[in-house]
């Protein structure tokens, strides 16, 4: 089903606890955010398959859900979802330092998630905006590019495997 928008928003908030929801998003990944390839599946099994053609429950596999965001680097702040939470050391102008060092071996991170805003307006034709949101979502790939005189344009592939239900909020501008 494709839909259509006046124009989205997109905000998120690091994660105290895996899988719990943020309850102030504030940050952005860049300018110019871009959402495509949204998705969540949910892989649903018959159990009253044997002798039976009627269908009485379902075990549900697993959930997941993805999206590739498009933006233009603008702050250092998404770093937090790849490493660990950057420290700041200096005076002004101060130095952040984000890093990426093992805790138990070699191929064990340490990383935060996320829970994720994603609004749309003019969803709903009685003027109430939809929000979905994310819980625990993870950057699993970020591609950075550039040229001469050029602004450096990041994507980054994010995924999750918990929503909260689709809510609705009447934003009248962009939050």
């Known amino acids: 089903m494709v839909r259509s928008s006046i124009y ?7 994660e105290s606890a895996f899988q719990t929801e943020q309850s102030s998003k504030t940050r952005v990944f860049g300018l110019e955010q871009k ?31 993805r999206m590739s965001v498009e933006f233009i680097l603008s702050n250092p702040w998404w770093l937090d979802l790849i490493f660990e939470t950057g420290v700041r050391t200096g005076s002004s ?4 330092t984000w890093d990426s060092s093992p ?22 034709s009685n003027g109430v905006n939809l929000t979905r949101t994310p819980l625990g979502a993870v950057v699993s790939q970020v591609s950075i590019r550039t040229s001469m005189n ?7 592939d994010v995924m999750w495997g918990k929503e909260n239900t689709i ?3 009447s934003y009248v501008t962009n939050p």
């Open 8 to 14: 989205g928003y997109l905000k998120y908030g690091i």
């Open 35 to 65: 959402i495509s390839g949204l998705q969540f599946l949910v892989n649903r099994i018959n159990l009253g398959q044997l002798y039976s053609p009627e269908i009485n429950a379902f075990a549900f596999g697993r959930n997941e859900g």
């Open 93 to 96: 102008p101060y130095t952040w």
């Open 103 to 124: 805790s138990a071996n070699s191929t064990v991170r340490q990383l935060n998630s996320a829970s994720i805003d994603i609004g749309f307006q003019g969803e709903v």
């Open 150 to 156: 050029d602004v450096v344009r990041c994507t980054a």
């Open 167 to 169: 809510g609705t909020n």
